[in-house]
């Protein structure tokens, strides 16, 4: 939780305890904190574009596009390693081999 959602969980905790010593139940505060909750929510999704019948299915293919994505930078990265690690030993072979003198065959 944020440090925003601490400071707005208290905010809502002492305006409760208000509104509870004023003569409101806790029940009743607690549901109209909830109604409030989801009204939030449903503006904000809203407001994203979520709100329609489609947004399940949008949300859920962009979680496939990112999951293809991370899986596309993970196989770049193994690639590139697997080339460095092959050009590194091709450099050793040929190092080897003008060291032992197999360079004079070639000629």
Do not use: C, N, P, Y
Not at 21 to 28: E, F, H, I, Q, S
Not at 71 to 93: D, E, H, P, T
Request: aromatic share 6%; hydrophobic share 55%; no cysteine.
């Amino acid at each position: 939780m944020s440090a925003a959602d601490d400071h707005g969980a208290v905010v809502l905790a002492q305006l409760m305890a208000q509104a509870q010593m004023r003569g409101a139940d806790v029940a009743t505060l607690r549901a109209i904190a909830e109604e409030a909750g989801e009204l939030g929510a449903t503006r904000a999704m809203a407001r994203l574009g979520l709100s329609d019948e489609r947004a399940a299915g949008d949300v859920a293919e962009l979680r496939e596009l990112l999951t293809a994505w991370r899986a596309a930078k993970r196989s770049v990265w193994r690639g590139l390693l697997g080339w460095v690690v092959r050009m590194v030993w091709a450099l050793v072979l040929v190092g080897l081999a003008v060291r032992l003198g197999f360079g004079e065959w070639v000629r």
